[in-house]
């Protein structure tokens, strides 16, 4: 339903627990008086959708007053002409979540919603804080109660918590980032304007945009430039590290609210993350994938009949593969576009069979064929073996595959979700015990070099954490321990 702010009843409690934070998420915000900001917003999560189907939310000022609208669900089953038109304002921003364990609930759908001196604040973040207790206990101290069991609800709260000291929004937004730690890309909505902040190290994206031929210029916030194309709006430049621009009727103004910003985007964002449509620091993730995908070929060639590619962040480097090693590209899995969240369990033989749900093979295109299949990572391992076998069943005479990044050794605490260190395959196992386990003639990933050479950048301004286990903002002991298990992970 839709429903204005109330403040928070649940306070703080010796049992109370913080979920597992926000993960890659997508964040959305604009500032276009006289239009539809709430239906423009819409489209904008829609095109974020592959960052985040667990759940979606939209919150709008119109004058002093906020209109929130939250449900768990796709964007599309979330909202509707009717819950669009009991939205209205000339500020908009908007959240669409991942999915992850143990946090699937409502309560923490976003935007944050708290109330302030100045009037009410929502809050759409990406990326995760790693210093959530000692933030928790400081909010705490100050008073401070809890709807929801998120990072993102501190950040919004520790502004609050400013305001009531009696400084304006910019000065509380400014002395709140202060306290945080982590990854943190946010897209704010009051009722004077609309922010939109990156952590100092840039680990989450963040793009503005103008939507064309108005004056003055109506301003555009997004995880990613794809969400400006489906409304119209010109990509303007992003977000820097450590930056806040503010957007009133006045129009944008920046900020450097950090003293010493270093970028770290995560190089996991254009491998896989990210849609290759979108562009990120001027370039295009699609020519990125490409890229890879040749450099591959040219480190871990082997002779094949053909080239496939898993759909669908495996197939840009796939054809890049084809491209440098002269290898026919073909499309040999076809992907159940459709498939999306099920309450329906299905039975243990159609669990060990699962993969078909998703993906199913072309038995004459495969069948009697050596194919290599390339991929963008491998995680756990369960999945590549399930599309081995399929493979396999269909005909293939024989599978080599192609990681087109480095082996996941380490785990992401800056907001993609990835499982405990122990659970991480490249950090037990050699590539010869992968490739043994997942059943396939050769495996090969691509080197942490190549991966970085390829941006075409300078490689010391991405995050690489997940390969290399180099974290770029300190990470506290307790946080290390709970998912760093391995005192010794496999070095490939």
């Given at each position: 339903?839709?429903?204005?702010?109330?403040?928070?009843?649940e306070?703080?409690?010796?049992?109370?627990?913080?979920?597992?934070?926000?993960?890659?998420?997508?964040?959305f915000?604009?500032?276009?008086?006289?239009?539809?900001v709430?239906?423009?917003?819409?489209?904008?999560?829609?095109?974020?959708?592959?960052?985040?189907?667990?759940?979606?939310?939209?919150?709008?000022?119109?004058?002093?007053?906020?209109?929130?609208?939250?449900?768990?669900?796709?964007?599309?089953?979330?909202?509707?002409?009717?819950?669009?038109?009991?939205?209205p304002?000339?500020?908009?921003?908007?959240?669409?979540?991942?999915?992850?364990?143990?946090?699937?609930?409502?309560?923490?759908?976003?935007?944050?919603?708290?109330?302030?001196?100045l009037?009410?604040?929502?809050?759409?973040?990406?990326?995760?804080?790693?210093?959530?207790?000692?933030?928790?206990?400081?909010?705490?101290k100050?008073?401070?109660?809890?709807?929801?069991?998120t990072?993102?609800?501190?950040?919004?709260?520790?502004?609050?918590?400013?305001?009531?000291?009696?400084?304006?929004?910019?000065?509380?937004?400014?002395?709140?980032?202060?306290?945080?730690?982590?990854a943190?890309s946010?897209?704010?909505?009051?009722?004077?304007?609309?922010?939109?902040?990156?952590?100092p190290?840039?680990?989450?994206?963040?793009?503005?945009?103008?939507?064309?031929?108005?004056?003055?210029?109506?301003?555009?916030?997004?995880?990613?430039?794809?969400?400006?194309?489906?409304?119209?709006?010109?990509?303007?430049?992003?977000?820097?590290?450590g930056?806040?621009?503010?957007?009133?009727?006045?129009?944008?103004?920046?900020?450097?609210?950090?003293?010493?910003?270093?970028?770290?985007?995560?190089?996991?964002?254009?491998?896989?993350?990210?849609?290759?449509?979108?562009?990120?620091?001027?370039?295009?993730?699609?020519?990125?994938?490409l890229?890879?995908?040749?450099?591959?070929?040219?480190?871990?060639?082997?002779?094949a009949?053909?080239?496939?590619?898993?759909?669908?962040?495996?197939?840009?480097?796939?054809?890049?593969?084809?491209?440098?090693?002269?290898?026919?590209?073909?499309?040999?899995?076809?992907?159940n576009?459709?498939?999306?969240?099920?309450?329906?369990?299905?039975?243990?033989?159609?669990?060990?069979?699962?993969?078909?749900?998703?993906?199913?093979?072309?038995?004459?295109?495969?069948?009697?064929?050596?194919?290599?299949?390339?991929?963008?990572?491998?995680?756990?391992?369960?999945?590549?073996?399930?599309?081995?076998?399929?493979?396999?069943?269909?005909?293939?005479?024989?599978?080599?595959?192609?990681?087109?990044?480095?082996?996941?050794?380490?785990?992401?605490?800056?907001?993609?979700?990835?499982?405990?260190?122990?659970?991480?395959?490249?950090?037990?196992k050699?590539?010869?015990?992968?490739?043994?386990?997942?059943?396939?003639?050769?495996?090969?990933?691509?080197?942490?070099?190549?991966?970085?050479?390829?941006?075409?950048?300078?490689?010391?301004?991405?995050?690489?954490?997940?390969?290399?286990?180099?974290?770029?903002?300190?990470?506290?002991?307790?946080?290390?321990?709970?998912?760093?298990?391995?005192?010794?992970?496999?070095?490939?």
């Amino acid at each position: 339903m839709i429903d204005n702010y109330s403040p928070s009843t649940e306070k703080y409690s010796e049992n109370y627990q913080i979920d597992k934070p926000e993960e890659a998420c997508g964040v959305f915000g604009i500032y276009a008086p006289e239009e539809d900001v709430a239906k423009l917003t819409y489209f904008g999560l829609y095109a974020l959708q592959h960052r985040g189907q667990e759940s979606a939310g939209i919150a709008t000022f119109q004058g002093e007053k906020i209109y929130t609208h939250k449900g768990m669900g796709l964007v599309s089953q979330v909202f509707n002409e009717s819950t669009l038109q009991q939205l209205p304002g000339n500020i908009g921003i908007g959240h669409t979540r991942y999915s992850t364990t143990g946090s699937s609930r409502i309560i923490n759908a976003q935007p944050a919603v708290v109330d302030t001196p100045l009037g009410p604040l929502a809050l759409a973040h990406n990326g995760n804080l790693v210093n959530t207790v000692e933030l928790r206990e400081e909010l705490i101290k100050s008073g401070c109660y809890f709807n929801s069991t998120t990072d993102s609800e501190m950040i919004a709260l520790a502004i609050a918590t400013e305001v009531k000291t009696g400084k304006s929004w910019l000065e509380a937004a400014i002395s709140a980032f202060h306290l945080c730690q982590g990854a943190f890309s946010l897209t704010i909505a009051t009722s004077e304007g609309l922010m939109g902040v990156r952590d100092p190290q840039g680990i989450r994206p963040l793009v503005i945009g103008t939507l064309e031929n108005i004056n003055p210029k109506r301003y555009v916030l997004a995880s990613e430039t794809c969400a400006l194309d489906i409304i119209g709006a010109e990509y303007l430049r992003d977000v820097e590290p450590g930056e806040l621009v503010w957007i009133t009727e006045k129009g944008m103004a920046s900020f450097h609210w950090s003293q010493k910003p270093q970028r770290k985007l995560c190089i996991f964002e254009m491998i896989y993350f990210a849609r290759p449509d979108s562009r990120m620091e001027g370039g295009s993730l699609y020519s990125y994938r490409l890229r890879i995908g040749r450099q591959l070929a040219r480190e871990s060639f082997v002779d094949a009949d053909m080239v496939i590619g898993i759909p669908d962040s495996g197939i840009p480097a796939a054809i890049g593969f084809s491209q440098e090693s002269g290898i026919l590209y073909a499309e040999g899995l076809i992907k159940n576009r459709y498939v999306g969240r099920t309450f329906i369990q299905p039975t243990q033989h159609m669990r060990e069979s699962g993969i078909r749900m998703k993906l199913n093979p072309l038995k004459d295109v495969l069948e009697g064929k050596r194919v290599i299949m390339v991929d963008d990572s491998i995680v756990r391992g369960n999945t590549s073996k399930k599309i081995v076998k399929a493979l396999r069943d269909t005909g293939a005479k024989e599978v080599h595959m192609r990681i087109s990044s480095p082996p996941v050794t380490h785990p992401c605490f800056y907001g993609i979700d990835t499982d405990n260190q122990e659970q991480l395959i490249g950090a037990t196992k050699s590539v010869a015990e992968i490739a043994e386990q997942i059943g396939v003639e050769s495996l090969a990933y691509l080197s942490w070099e190549g991966m970085l050479k390829s941006t075409e950048e300078d490689p010391n301004s991405f995050c690489s954490a997940c390969f290399t286990g180099n974290y770029p903002v300190p990470l506290p002991e307790k946080l290390k321990r709970s998912k760093l298990m391995l005192e010794n992970p496999i070095q490939v």
